[in-house]
C-alpha cells in the first residue's frame, strides 16, 4: 500500500472556484474538503465538489464513446466516434439544413482552455444558430447588457463584495448559487461581513428568498417590473442631478438619451 497523499487543486464546476483538498491513496479518492489554506474560498466548499468523489467512483461512469445498436451499447475508439458523428450530422444538414443540428454545452467550459479555443472555431463549422448551455438558461442577459455597455458579451462587471459598504441585490438569490457568477465563495460570510463593518445588503425580490432572509431590508416588487424600477432609480439620479461620472466621463457614450428616456 502506498502512502496516503493530498493534493491541492480548484474546482471548476461554477465560478466560485473554491480550493479543494484531496487526500487519496492507491487510486481511491479518501476525502475532498475545502482547503483552508486556499485566500480566496478560505475552506468554503459546496455538496457539488464533495459529490465529485461519487463521479470518480461511480460505476456507470463513461470512459470511452458509446454507440447504441440493436444489440445494446459498442464501445467505440475516439476516432471512429468523431468520423460516425461527422457524417451523421452532414448528413442531417444536407437534407435538413444547417439549423437541424443544434449545439448544448454543459458546465463549466468557459473554465476550460481547450475548449475556449476549440469550441467557436467547432460551432462556425458546423454552422447552425441553435446553440444551448448552462448561460441560456440563467445569464444570457448579463452577457446581453456587457455587450451593450462594455462592446463584448464576455466583460461582465464582478462586484468587489468584500470592500463594499452598501449591495443592492435585484432578482439575484446568491446564497443559493453559491456566488458562482460573483466568484464570491462563501458568499454567506462574505455578505454578514458587509453588515459587521457597519454596511448594508439590501434584496429586490417579488419572492422572500433565502438571501432576501439574511438581507438588512428586502424590497417587494411585482414579478417582471424590475426594467420599471430601474428606469425609475435612472429617473432620481437625473431628477436630483446626482449623475457625477468622474473619470468615467471620457468613455461613457448615451447618457443624454438616457436622460430623456427617463
Keep these: ?3 496516503l497523499k493530498t493534493h491541492y487543486r480548484t474546482c471548476n464546476i461554477c465560478e466560485a472556484m473554491c480550493g479543494l483538498e484531496i487526500k ?3 487510486g481511491n479518492i479518501l476525502s475532498i474538503k475545502g482547503d483552508k489554506e486556499d485566500p480566496f474560498s478560505q475552506g468554503h466548499i459546496c455538496p457539488k465538489a464533495v459529490a465529485l468523489q461519487d463521479f470518480y467512483h461511480d460505476r456507470d461512469r463513461l470512459k470511452t464513446p458509446l454507440k447504441r445498436t440493436n444489440n445494446g451499447w459498442q464501445a467505440l475508439s ?3 466516434a ?3 458523428i461527422a457524417t451523421r450530422f452532414r448528413g442531417l444538414q444536407a437534407e435538413h439544413g444547417q439549423d437541424s443540428v443544434g ?3 454543459g458546465n463549466p467550459n468557459a473554465h476550460n482552455f481547450g475548449n475556449a479555443i476549440m469550441l467557436p ?4 463549422a458546423l454552422g447552425t444558430n441553435n446553440r444551448y448551455s448552462s448561460a441560456s438558461a440563467d ?3 448579463h452577457h446581453v447588457a456587457s455587450n451593450y455597455m462594455l462592446g463584448a458579451g464576455m466583460l461582465i462587471p464582478i462586484p468587489d463584495i468584500d470592500y463594499t459598504d452598501f449591495m443592492l441585490i435585484i432578482g439575484a438569490n446568491p446564497i443559493v448559487s453559491n456566488g458562482s457568477l460573483m466568484t464570491a465563495p462563501g458568499v454567506g460570510k462574505r455578505l454578514k461581513a458587509i453588515q459587521d463593518r457597519g454596511g448594508n445588503v439590501v434584496v429586490v425580490d417579488p419572492r422572500r428568498t433565502e438571501t432576501a432572509k439574511k438581507a438588512d431590508q428586502h424590497l417587494f416588487i411585482r414579478p417582471e417590473t424590475d426594467a420599471l424600477l430601474m428606469l425609475a432609480l435612472a429617473h432620481t439620479l437625473v431628477e436630483e442631478q446626482r449623475v457625477d461620472l468622474g473619470h468615467l466621463e471620457p468613455i461613457i457614450a448615451g447618457l443624454d438619451q438616457l436622460a430623456e428616456a427617463v
Excluded at 121 to 124: E, N, Q, V
Design 1 to 3: 500500500m502506498s502512502d
Design 24 to 26: 487519496h491513496q492507491d
Design 78 to 80: 475516439w476516432e471512429q
Design 82 to 84: 468523431y468520423d460516425e
Design 103 to 105: 449545439v448544448y454545452l
Design 121 to 124: 472555431r467547432f460551432f462556425k
Design 139 to 141: 445569464q444570457l442577459p
